[in-house]
């Protein structure tokens, strides 16, 4: 997504009841922001305030240059005035109407005698125009929940909303409505806003993120940028990462060290000055040592450690390694050929190399921890 294009929709909310919120983001045509965090965190509160169906106390929302809510104005545009498209987490399809009724509701903006060829359209596009003539009851979670997108998009929206949409599909079905709406999102120029607290589906199909706790945005920024490289040690828990340390940083002349896991390590990203930090260490960073074919990463940042746990994830093992030096612990997985082709086993002694470049530093965030977590990532090892 360019980083120069204006954004589209900006979106500024705070309200004390009847649930704390302090939200801000932006997003522009054609983006598809995740709206993410634990369950209760205001998600859906903040997507019922862009489609009018909740006055927050303060705020402002504007879209395509139409002020849509501001507070100190007292302003606020009723929902019937504001051109959005909502997708429900469980379809909120009239039963007692057609797959093509249902989609002509939300097409008061077209004239009658038009609705029902524009409406065939928008079947077409999300693959249920052969089942226009059937009610909801006879169709499957995951084409009820493509006519919802099909009566969603017949609006001709300034903005989709989509509150956790595929929650209620199986895995199987969840993946296919991915490529479709990834195929979709093509033909559209309109801000999207994806609520979902599945990390992975943040990645598979946002361009950018808005992790939110307790109702406040703790950050915002391209999903890359933000998985990567977490302000503090507090926003990398909320995200999922596991392998986080409280270390000090020590800067030298080019490069400089962090002193964790009983070891000091090269790092790849510079601070102005010696102190005290967090360092995540990321799923890519970590390397295995290898017994039967010796790799150049092996001589950066070496680690000795013993297998505590192995757990099989279908074609790989989650692993948990012991630093028995300092009782940290590191996890990553690694594929079942190569742990077994290393003869790796529980109580067996296990090198890996944490990279340089993948270790991010963020100023400290609690003192009075030396482990921060030490429960399993995703990490990735050499083939």
């Known amino acids: ?11 500024s909310l705070q309200q004390s009841r009847p649930i704390s919120l302090d939200a801000n983001f932006e997003c522009s045509n054609a983006e598809l922001l995740a709206l993410t965090g634990p369950s209760g965190s205001g998600k859906t509160t903040v997507l019922r305030a862009i489609a009018g169906l909740h006055r ?8 395509n240059n139409k002020l849509w809510q501001d507070g100190e104005k007292q302003l606020f545009v009723s929902p019937q005035q504001r051109r959005v498209g909502l997708v429900f987490q469980h379809y909120a399809l009239f039963p007692h109407l057609t797959v093509l009724e249902n989609v002509t509701t939300a097409m008061s903006h077209v004239t009658r005698n038009h609705r029902a060829g524009k409406a065939m359209e928008w079947l077409r596009l999300t693959n249920m125009e052969g089942l226009h003539k059937q009610q909801p ?15 969603a998009l017949a609006r001709e929206p300034d903005v989709l909303l989509l509150d956790e949409p595929f929650s209620a599909v199986d895995q199987l079905t ?10 979709i999102r093509a033909t559209l120029n309109v801000p999207m806003i994806l609520v979902t607290h599945d ?4 990645q598979q199909l946002a361009d950018s993120l808005c992790l939110m706790h307790h109702g406040k945005t703790m950050q915002t920024g391209p999903v890359t940028q933000v998985m990567r490289k977490p302000d503090n040690a507090r926003i990398a828990r909320l995200l999922g990462h596991k392998n986080l340390y409280a270390g000090l940083y020590q800067r030298q002349r080019q490069h400089g060290t962090l002193d964790i896991l009983g070891t000091q390590l090269q790092v790849g990203n510079l601070m102005d000055a010696s102190s005290r930090v967090d360092a995540l260490i990321t799923p890519s960073a970590i390397i295995m040592h290898r017994t039967d074919k010796p790799s150049n990463g092996e001589r950066e940042n070496p680690i000795v450690t013993r297998v505590v746990e192995s757990v099989e994830l279908g074609d790989e093992l989650s692993m948990k390694l012991l630093v028995e030096a300092t009782g940290d612990t590191i996890a990553f997985r690694v594929s079942r050929h190569v742990a077994m082709r290393n003869k790796v086993v529980i109580g067996g002694k296990l090198v890996v190399s944490i990279l340089p470049e993948g270790i991010h530093l963020m ?5 009075n921890q030396h ?7 995703v990490a990735e090892t050499q083939s």
């Open 1 to 11: 997504m360019p980083v120069d294009r204006q954004p589209t929709l900006k979106v």
């Open 174 to 183: 969840r993946e296919k409505l991915y490529r479709e709406l990834a195929q």
């Open 56 to 63: 927050v106390t303060r705020g402002r929302i504007v879209c």
């Open 363 to 367: 100023p400290a965030y609690e003192h």
């Open 137 to 151: 009851h006879r169709l499957s979670g995951g084409q009820r929940q493509r006519v919802a997108l099909a009566r």
């Open 199 to 202: 990390m992975l589906e943040v």
């Open 371 to 377: 482990t921060l977590t030490q429960q399993a990532p």
